[in-house]
Each structure stands twice: as structure tokens, then as C-alpha cells.
């Protein structure tokens, strides 16, 4: 039997003004962020860097990584550096900020997610309701509104929704129809099942480990699969997206595609994935971030 396997396709973005990869190598990497730079871990870079090393010394802020997964700190580099400051993309905006995680309240990488979303959603000229599990700061949900749609936002972390509302301000978007929801995606989806909810895109971002509002414990490759029939059953007759993006979990953007494939079965669409990267200033070079997987309606 002869199989194709998927095209496993590279995705970056080169739309943004107030965000550059400046540099990588040695495990790390130097990011602009508006007008401040920090550098952060990046296993991934196992090369030199292309810059010199004042230029990294040079960073506003350095996060250094405890060893192994047990966290770390933010060293402060140069005076001024505020607790937090306002970014923006195509006309939304949002606060970034250095705190008790190497996260900082938005990943670049997903733009290209951001677009083709709004495309889809701008194309059809109907109601679209949006699902957004491990929202997070919110941009995904505020990208889906902005081109048009409704959105349920489910994060299990207070602090996190409160960090979207604020980008919801920010970005001159209170008006929309936004439900910010501060539950366990597992839990709140399978809710919705029972509700006979129903949705035309649903965004997944689900972390390698997290814990819901009530204790509840999230560990990717147990609970993934069941997520995945949990989204099915809130499925619109008429979807439009999925899109899973993964962080460092051991797996390859085959498992994702073929898990997405499986779910939306019986539907048509195209199903594609691959690696999300970030293209580097300084030498060229694209640094992968995040493995994708994403479904779309055809003949729209």
C-alpha cells in the first residue's frame, strides 16, 4: 500500500512591527518586545549565536531557567524597565510584562494563526462562534472577535482572564461579544456538549501540564484524546476551524494531524501542521517554537 505521508510546512510570520527575533544560539534567544529587549531560553537554538556577546548583555532583562522544569527568575539588566507595557498587532493591543514565569503575555509565533483565522471568518457571511481553550492573555480571542465573531474564552487561570480583559480594553474591543470563562477546558467543554452548545471554530493551545481552577490536573497525553471528542460533540454543523498549537511536549506535528484528522472525520476540509517558527534578524535562521495542527472548511 503506498502511503503520502502530510506535507509538514514551516509557518512563520512577517507582519509584525513591534516584535523581532534578534538573535539565537547557546540555548537562548534575544527578543524585541516594543522598545525593550530580553533574552530568554531556547533549548532548541543548539548553534551560535550570531551577535556578540555585549549585544545580549545589552538586554533589558534576562530570564535565567532553575534546572530542569522547576522554573527560575528574571534578572533586570537596565534601570527603567517597566512592570509592564503595551504591544500591538494590526490594530489590537496588548500588554506585555516580565513576572513570575519566563511567559511574558503573548507568543509572536501565533500570529500566523491570528490571520488565518480572521480570514476564514471574514469570508463567510454568517454567525461564527468561536471556542478558545487555554486562552490564555487572550489575543487569539480578541483576533476572532475583531474579524467578526463571537467568542466563549476559557482559561482556568483568574489572573490570565483578567490579563485579557484588559487587552480587550486596550484594543477599543469592550463592545464584542466576548464570554470570559475561568473553568478547566475539559471540564467546561464537556459541559457544553451536554448543553447541546454549538461551534464553528474552536482554538486549542492545551499546555504539557496545568491545573484547573479546583485542583483539577491536566496532562497532555492522557487527557488530550478525550478533549478532542469533547470538541467534536460541540461542533457546529457547519465548522469552519480547528487549529491545535503544542509546546514542549515529546511528540511531532504528526501526532497532532493525525489525532485532527481522526476528530473531523466525515466532514472534508484540508487538515495540515507542521512547526511554527520565528525568523531570526541576525543571521536568518527560523527557530522553531511550537508544533500546529489545523482544519479548515473548504468550498467557503
Sequence with gaps: ?????????????????DYELLDSGNGRKLERYGPYTIARPAPQAV???????????????AYQAAPGESGGRWVINQPGLPGEWEMGYKGLKFHVHVGASRHIGVFPEQAVHWDWMQGLIQKVRRSIHVLNLFGYSGIASLAATQAGARVSHV?????????ARENQALSGLEDRPIRWIV??????????????????????????FGRGPKGEVWEFFDLFP?????CRAVLS????????????????????YYSLEETMQGL??????????????????LLSTAIFARWEATGI
Design 268 to 285: 472534508g476540509g484540508e487538515t495540515s501542521c507542521g512547526e511554527l517558527a520565528l525568523v531570526e534578524k541576525s543571521a536568518g535562521r
Design 155 to 163: 482559561d482556568a487561570s483568574r489572573k490570565s482572564i483578567g490579563m
Design 237 to 256: 454543523a457547519q465548522p469552519l476551524f480547528v487549529v491545535i498549537t503544542a509546546y514542549a511536549i515529546q511528540a511531532s506535528a504528526l501526532s497532532l
Design 1 to 17: 500500500m503506498d502511503i503520502i505521508p502530510p506535507d509538514l510546512v514551516v509557518m512563520r510570520s512577517q507582519a509584525w512591527s
Design 183 to 208: 473553568d478547566d477546558a475539559l471540564k467546561f467543554t464537556l459541559r457544553e456538549g451536554r448543553r447541546r452548545a454549538a461551534y464553528e471554530g474552536i482554538i486549542l493551545d492545551p499546555p504539557k
Design 226 to 230: 478525550r478533549l478532542l471528542q469533547a
Design 47 to 61: 548553534w551560535q549565536p550570531a551577535l556578540e556577546e555585549n549585544r545580549w548583555k545589552e538586554a533589558h532583562a
